[in-house]
């Protein structure tokens, strides 16, 4: 069974920072990918950045230059560095682990994640 727990989250005025983290359990051979994603009432959850095992990453338009996902494979742990934060950035933040690679990269689609943590609250305040 894998468990997912994300840290991190928090009040931040905007152009701060916050580092999240998400520990899990295990992470199994057959996960060959792990994402970050967001959501906010009302709306679709949306892909953030995605990491594969070999540290090839890839990121939602909005997020490029500021968001950096990255992976502690000794401790099981993901990582999302958010600099330049906005209000805009508002939303719960989840973790996830997943195997669905589209067109060489790992999936940004909530459907192709089966492992999912509780979530962690990042709020951006003009």
């Known amino acids: 069974q894998v468990r997912l727990e994300e840290s991190g989250g928090g009040s931040v005025q905007s152009d701060g920072s916050l580092r999240l983290s998400c520990a899990a359990s295990?992470?199994?051979?057959?996960?060959?990918?792990l994402s970050w994603f967001r959501q906010t009432p009302g709306k679709e959850r949306e892909g953030v950045a995605q990491?594969?095992?070999?540290?090839?990453?890839s990121y939602a338009d909005s997020v490029k230059g500021r968001f950096t996902i990255s992976k502690d494979n000794a401790k099981n742990i993901l990582y999302l560095q958010m600099n330049s934060l906005k209000p805009e950035d508002t939303a719960m933040y989840y973790c996830?682990?997943?195997?669905?690679?589209?067109?060489?990269?790992?999936?940004?689609?909530?459907?192709?994640?089966?492992?999912w943590g509780q979530g962690t609250q990042v709020t951006v305040s003009s």
């Open positions: 996830a682990l997943g195997s669905t690679k589209l067109g060489g990269l790992c999936a940004s689609r909530r459907w192709a994640y089966p492992y």
């Open positions: 295990t992470i199994t051979s057959s996960i060959t990918c």
């Open positions: 990491i594969d095992m070999d540290g090839q990453t």
